[in-house]
């Protein structure tokens, strides 16, 4: 049975910084490109980073680019999210998931498993 876990979301003050961490497991981790999409209320759930399973290659939404970092550490299955400048308009449920796939227009029907996601929220 595969189980995708987030933690590390919370409440921090714009300008803060949080890292969200997905511990996965009933899968060969570094199989599988993982990813970060993120839901805000009102909103559709869009893609924020994808990683390849070996980590040389990732992706960025615009959104993300310069302020979001992404990483994974295979032995451990873990992926990671470091959120630095974080803005009222991050504020959403981050969820990870896993695909057998790697690709940057990151369709959510591609990844095949999803954790149940944690919630950050930026204060202005």
């Known amino acids: 049975q595969v189980q995708v876990v987030e933690s590390g979301g919370g409440l921090v003050q714009a300008g803060g910084s949080l890292r969200l961490s997905c511990t996965v497991s009933g899968l060969t981790f570094d199989a599988y490109a993982m990813g970060w999409f993120r839901q805000a209320p009102g909103k559709e759930r869009e893609g924020v980073s994808c990683i390849k399973w070996g980590g040389g290659n990732t992706y960025y939404a615009d959104s993300v680019k310069g302020r979001f970092t992404i990483s994974r550490d295979n032995p451990k299955s873990t992926l990671y999210l470091q959120m630095n400048s974080l803005k009222p308009e991050d504020t959403a449920i981050y969820y990870c998931?896993?695909?057998?796939?790697?690709?940057?227009?990151?369709?959510?029907?591609?990844?095949?498993?999803w954790g149940q996601g944690t919630q950050v929220t930026v204060s202005s």
């Open positions: 998931a896993a695909s057998n796939v790697y690709s940057t227009n990151m369709l959510a029907a591609n990844f095949g498993y």
